[in-house]
């Protein structure tokens, strides 16, 4: 049977909220004007995803993901179905728990790809090639090249190829958890912490990433992180015959859906810090 792994209520990135939606939730949030749309889209967030080893996300006391109705009416549900090159079944399914009682906490995700907490863009773009060299790349391309600027091409034979995702926080915020996603050429991860000071703290080394087994790694204890701060998480693919699981060490891997190419998703889970003060770290 086809197998699936994708996250449920994931945000649309090319919606654009109508002007009378915008002005239904400035309203709901008391505000003049409408929100802007970046901080629409955080609102938005995904629910998270479902893989391989993730079990259910429960919110601890007083803490719950928010659905706003009032920004959006459909969840998105992103399937990567593995092709076996026949017709298959399948049943997928999502459940949700509702709080029983007001949540007071919302919990939210930085995703590691060169965005801030409030979705501001973080590191600059390059620039654009001439149309020319774009479009004989474009023509070139593998299907699902260059989706994912973060993860481009692995090349053949390489042991140790390394992927860096940073994520800044523009609020004081409490860490949760940590969760990162690849596919069958990942080998290791680690997350560093960098203070606004410039202090550095590895907050989770994965020494062994294995596929079938993609966990959620909750901190021992929730930390508390000032405004200003950044995550990085650095990954290492590892194309070559040493791998064991690569199904291709003689060719390049590239961003795609299916598990016989890659991806590098790396997020964090966290709530902001209402209690924080100015001088607190």
Same mark, same amino acid.
């Given at each position: 049977?086809?197998?699936?792994?994708?996250?449920?209520?994931?945000?649309?990135?090319?919606?654009?909220?109508?002007?009378?939606?915008?002005?239904?939730?400035?309203?709901?949030?008391?505000?003049?004007?409408?929100?802007?749309?970046?901080?629409?889209?955080?609102?938005?967030?995904?629910?998270?995803?479902?893989?391989?080893?993730?079990?259910?996300?429960?919110?601890?006391?007083?803490?719950?993901?928010?659905?706003?109705?009032?920004?959006?009416?459909?969840?998105?549900?992103?399937?990567?179905?593995?092709?076996?090159? &026949?017709?298959?079944?399948?049943?997928?399914?999502?459940?949700?728990?509702?709080?029983?009682?007001?949540?007071?906490?919302?919990?939210?995700?930085?995703?590691?790809?060169?965005?801030?907490?409030?979705?501001?863009?973080?590191?600059?773009?390059?620039?654009?090639?001439?149309?020319?060299?774009?479009?004989?790349?474009?023509?070139?391309?593998?299907?699902?090249?260059?989706?994912?600027?973060?993860?481009?091409?692995?090349?053949?034979?390489?042991?140790?190829?390394?992927?860096?995702?940073?994520?800044?926080?523009?609020?004081?915020?409490?860490?949760?958890?940590?969760?990162?996603?690849?596919?069958?050429?990942?080998?290791?991860?680690?997350?560093?912490?960098?203070?606004?000071?410039?202090?550095?703290?590895?907050?989770?080394?994965?020494?062994?990433?294995?596929?079938?087994?993609?966990?959620?790694?909750?901190?021992?204890?929730?930390? &508390?992180?000032?405004?200003?701060?950044?995550?990085?998480?650095?990954?290492?693919?590892?194309?070559?015959?040493?791998?064991?699981?690569?199904?291709?060490?003689?060719?390049?891997?590239?961003?795609?859906?299916?598990?016989?190419?890659?991806?590098?998703?790396?997020?964090?889970?966290?709530?902001?810090?209402?209690?924080?003060?100015?001088?607190?770290?």
């Amino acid at each position: 049977a086809a197998t699936a792994a994708g996250g449920a209520g994931a945000p649309d990135p090319t919606a654009d909220l109508p002007s009378e939606a915008g002005a239904r939730a400035a309203r709901s949030a008391g505000a003049e004007e409408p929100l802007a749309q970046e901080q629409v889209q955080n609102l938005r967030g995904g629910l998270g995803p479902y893989i391989p080893g993730v079990g259910a996300e429960v919110a601890k006391s007083g803490q719950a993901r928010e659905i706003r109705g009032d920004l959006f009416s459909h969840l998105f549900w992103n399937l990567h179905y593995q092709a076996t090159g &026949k017709p298959e079944t399948a049943r997928p399914m999502a459940g949700l728990w509702w709080a029983k009682d007001k949540a007071t906490t919302r919990v939210r995700t930085l995703g590691l790809n060169e965005h801030t907490s409030e979705s501001a863009q973080l590191v600059a773009p390059p620039p654009l090639p001439p149309a020319e060299a774009a479009a004989a790349a474009l023509a070139a391309a593998q299907a699902g090249q260059g989706l994912n600027p973060l993860l481009g091409v692995i090349p053949a034979n390489a042991a140790n190829w390394t992927v860096t995702g940073i994520g800044a926080f523009q609020n004081d915020a409490i860490i949760q958890s940590l969760f990162i996603h690849a596919h069958v050429r990942g080998k290791d991860f680690t997350w560093v912490l960098t203070y606004p000071d410039g202090r550095e703290e590895v907050l989770l080394r994965v020494p062994n990433y294995n596929f079938d087994w993609q966990f959620t790694y909750d901190l021992a204890e929730p930390l &508390k992180v000032p405004a200003g701060s950044t995550v990085k998480s650095i990954a290492r693919y590892d194309n070559s015959r040493e791998n064991r699981r690569n199904p291709a060490p003689h060719k390049d891997a590239y961003w795609s859906e299916q598990s016989w190419d890659d991806m590098f998703l790396s997020t964090v889970s966290y709530t902001v810090d209402e209690t924080a003060t100015e001088g607190d770290e």
